[in-house]
């Protein structure tokens, strides 16, 4: 490290738990560059100010997590398309001087699925459980995959219908309902993606309605297994965890701040679960 090499960060509020720096410090070490990645934490109000001094502080750029995601893509002079098409950013970068943002979550759901459920591109009919800005993501994803029937399901209707609505176009056919249409919507969903975060002591959606060749993943990955993973694999269904999109939507900022593009390995990915198994 010296002054001139690249910095790069992570900030939210609370950051702590962010597993980021070891995505990032790994891939540092493995290709020999010298650079930095380090947890920011920045309170709400002081976010505005913390992104106006990023080039005086020596930052090439960084990614933004909760509660920050929706304050950086208002404060960005640029977004990239997939931003737009979310509503959020969580990365920044500069351009010609000029703080850009771009969401990589999007990137990082279709790689993981692409690395470990073979076949989900060709999906006639995703399901999408939640109606966040996770989902968001998800379902950017998804058209930008070419599926061309989205269902969106959530506990207010009414968000899983504005969902719907944002991303409504010619050709897609995507709606929003409550979540009690869950098992009238299986039946004909090639793939099933859930995007809530666990409730303790809620059992999973009863999935014996899914075609015996139907899809399921979940972007949560704390558990590595959560309820309806467990569940599709006991049907014997092909399923993917989600903690390979935290590590792919790592690899576009990396890439940008420090200029080689990394590779998700299996190592990594073991280190990443020792660590959530750790507690750290």
Known sequence: MNE???????????IHHSRSPLIHGTWLRELGLAGSYERVAVEPDAFPAFLAGLAAAGFSGGNVTIPHKEAAFASVARRDGAAEAIGAVNTLWFEDGRLVGGNTDAY???ANLDERLSGWRN???????????AARAVVHALTEAGV????????????????????ARPGLDITGAGERETAARLGSADLVVNTRAPVPGEAPPDLSALAEAALVTDIVYVPLETPILRAARLRGLQTADGLGMLLHQAVPGFERWFGRRPSVREDLRQALLADIEAGG
């Open 108 to 110: 990082g759901f279709s």
């Open 4 to 14: 001139t090499s690249p910095k790069a960060f992570v900030t939210g509020w609370p």
């Open 148 to 167: 061309r029937r989205i269902r969106i399901l959530n506990r207010t209707p009414e968000r899983a219908e504005a969902l719907a609505q944002s991303f």
């Open 123 to 133: 999906a006639e009919e995703a399901l999408v459980l939640g109606a966040g800005g």
